[in-house]
């Protein structure tokens, strides 16, 4: 009688548990993520092409020859690492990592989303214990990418045993309790890594608009020095600098660090809904799909 | 020949840095009196110009990801000190009152050749 009391007990609390709330929020937090990670590596590789660019030019100016190495069909780079290289005084051209932490703690964010679907949807506990190893290993990759020790990273609870018995709903209840507490602690995680891809975000636009509008001046004064010669070269002049300013101004008017901050702020709400197990709130929506507005505004920028 | 300490490496550093600070607006400011150039057709100086806007850039790199060198004489460390002082001095007070291109262009030419003097005594270029 008292077994039976205890079952249907258990029943009533496991019944209010439900991951079906936590699946939106989860998909539009990593639409966000894979458009801001692909916005800023393309801001990282723009701005990094074009420190190549002024750092060859640099040297050229003061008397490194610039040359070609031998090109040749290869099959396998690491055997010919120089094959068909630009050498500068004989050593390979190289960029400069200008962001080195940036790509890595994105990388890191998106196992993290991945990591809120995967356990969203685990089917067993064996899925779920997996998911749970995979959040683990994103959210310590973020610590240590942040300057934080892995021991300093929230590591989210798997002790989940095996029960045969009830498992439908037990399984049920157990994933939102790992939801819940995989929210928790990755909003440690993204205060702690989200400022230094603020800043990193930052460094890249600030050596963007140092450098883009200097190339850009260099051919607007091309143009009138152009005033000579044949209409046809003038207008490839003219539309490559319509064009390049049109690309520069989008640049301009995108501030890259907003998606990030917009990161910040749409888990911090995401937190809140997790710890209240109420993901119905508007704001919270609202703040999703700013983050992913913001994030692509990025992409678009870079990419025009 | 008295050493430097770590004091003057910091200070140094600080110059450096403000240095880098300063840069885009020394870099705006000579795009500004190009395109100034350019619409007064004085071509020659807008050459100029351009090509001290490229200086700049290149110095800019330079401060942004800057590596001092091992100073040991302290007379050096506070020449690179002076060098950068100067420089921050004049671009934060002296470049915005000046209108005319010519004079506009010579302090420039002046300021890009002591940023390259501080860069030859204190820091490493990649």
């Known amino acids: ?304 | 020949m008295p050493a430097s300490s770590s004091k003057d490496q910091a200070l140094l550093n600080v110059q450096i840095d403000t240095c880098a600070d300063n840069f885009p607006t020394l870099i705006d400011q000579t795009r500004a009196k190009e395109n100034a150039a350019i619409s007064a057709a004085d071509l020659a100086t807008a050459r100029t110009l351009d090509d001290l806007g490229i200086t700049f850039a290149n110095q800019y790199a330079t401060l942004l990801k800057h590596q001092l060198k091992a100073i040991d004489d302290s007379a050096q460390m506070d020449a690179a000190i002076q060098k950068f002082a100067v420089v921050n001095q004049s671009i934060q007070t002296e470049l915005k009152g000046i209108q005319q291109i010519k004079e506009f262009t010579d302090k420039v030419t002046q300021i890009a050749k002591i940023v390259a003097e501080g860069i030859q005594i204190a820091l490493m270029v990649a």
Not at chain 1, 260 to 266: D, H
Request: charged share 20%; with cysteine; proline share 4%.
């Open chain 1, 1 to 304: 009688m008292i077994a039976r009391a205890s079952i249907l007990v258990l029943a009533l609390a496991l019944a209010g548990c439900s991951t079906a709330s936590y699946t939106e929020p989860i998909t539009q937090l990593n639409q966000g993520l894979i458009v801001a990670q692909a916005g800023f590596d393309g801001l990282k590789q723009r701005v990094e092409q074009i420190d190549l660019v002024r750092s060859v030019d640099d040297q050229v100016e003061h008397g490194f020859p610039l040359t070609l190495s031998s090109c040749e069909l290869t099959q396998d780079p690491k055997k010919d690492p120089n094959n068909c290289m630009l050498l500068l005084n004989g050593q390979p051209v190289q960029s400069s990592d200008l962001a080195p932490n940036g790509p890595k703690l994105l990388a890191a964010f998106i196992e993290y989303g991945k990591g809120l679907q995967q356990l969203a949807a685990a089917k067993d506990i064996s899925d779920l214990n997996s998911s749970v190893d995979n959040l683990n290993s994103a959210l310590e990759s973020i610590a240590k990418t942040s300057g934080a020790t892995a021991a300093q990273a929230s590591v989210i609870s798997s002790s989940l045993d095996l029960i045969h018995w009830f498992l439908g709903q037990y399984l049920e209840y157990k994933r939102v309790e790992a939801l819940r507490s995989s929210i928790i602690a990755g909003d440690q995680a993204v205060q702690q890594g989200v400022p230094l891809l603020e800043a990193e975000a930052g460094t890249l636009q600030k050596i963007a608009a140092t450098y883009e509008p200097g190339q850009l001046q260099s051919m607007v004064l091309a143009v009138s020095l152009a005033r000579g010669e044949p209409l046809g070269q003038r207008t490839e002049l003219e539309r490559d600098t319509v064009s390049y300013q049109q690309s520069i101004k989008h640049l301009m008017e995108t501030d890259p660090v907003a998606p990030f901050e917009q990161l910040k702020s749409a888990h911090a709400k995401l937190l809140v809904a997790a710890e209240a197990s109420d993901f119905s709130a508007s704001d919270l929506k609202t703040a999703l799909t700013d983050f992913y507005k913001k994030a692509k505004a990025l992409y678009d920028a870079v990419n025009k």
